[in-house]
């Protein structure tokens, strides 16, 4: 019961930061996609009324529409629709109930944590942008286990709002003034949860 209520409060922190939609998008009788928690989706997963595909195109229109005025992702992972893809994939050869709670969901990472792909983790810094890290952080690597789709990068105070004491809070050099910030309590919630 604890499990299934901290999903459901895990899922409600993740829509600010996955953008809820403007228009409706519901799926089928009593599902809408924008009031959906992770149990949701799975649960629209299992009755194909949606696929890991069709949310991250959903997902990533929506950052389409709504990031250039709240500028809250700095960059989307391209290879986001294989990852769904794969996890459609997985879906369908796996047993119900064998995959993780967070299978086939698009999760937006800090831009300070890295991964080893084809995104930056710069710290919302020029000075990183290009750099190469060792390997993916180890709240990745669980997320990776765990089945979720790494959609992209999302902003924050460059350096984690270690670059001055009067920097304004959501700035960073490539993401400008963000409008809604991934914050370190997010993350840290994903880390105990995994853990």
């Not at 799975?42 to 990031?67: D, G, H």
């Not at 831009?111 to 190469?132: E, Q, R, W, Y």
Request: overall charge positive.
């Amino acid at each position: 019961m604890f499990a299934l209520n901290f999903f459901r409060f895990l899922s409600k922190i993740f829509q600010p930061v996955t953008f809820p939609a403007t228009q409706s998008t519901t799926m089928a009788t009593e599902f809408s996609i924008e009031e959906a928690t992770v149990n949701d989706l799975q649960l629209a997963f299992q009755r194909n009324q949606l696929t890991s595909r069709k949310l991250v195109e959903f997902y990533l229109s929506q950052i389409n529409i709504q990031n250039p005025v709240l500028k809250g992702v700095l960059e989307v992972n391209p290879d986001a629709l294989a990852q769904a893809d794969k996890a459609d994939q997985e879906r369908r050869e796996t047993a119900p109930g064998s995959l993780s709670r967070l299978h086939g969901i698009p999760i937006l990472v800090k831009d300070n944590i890295a991964t080893k792909d084809k995104l930056n983790t710069t710290a919302g810094s020029f000075a990183l942008l290009g750099s190469v890290v060792p390997r993916d952080a180890g709240v990745v690597t669980k997320l990776r286990e765990a089945g979720a789709i790494i959609l992209g990068k999302a902003t924050l105070s460059e350096w984690s709002n270690y670059r001055s004491n009067g920097a304004p809070s959501g700035w960073s050099a490539r993401g400008g003034q963000g409008k809604v910030i991934c914050c370190n309590f997010l993350v840290n919630l994903v880390k105990w949860i995994l853990i």
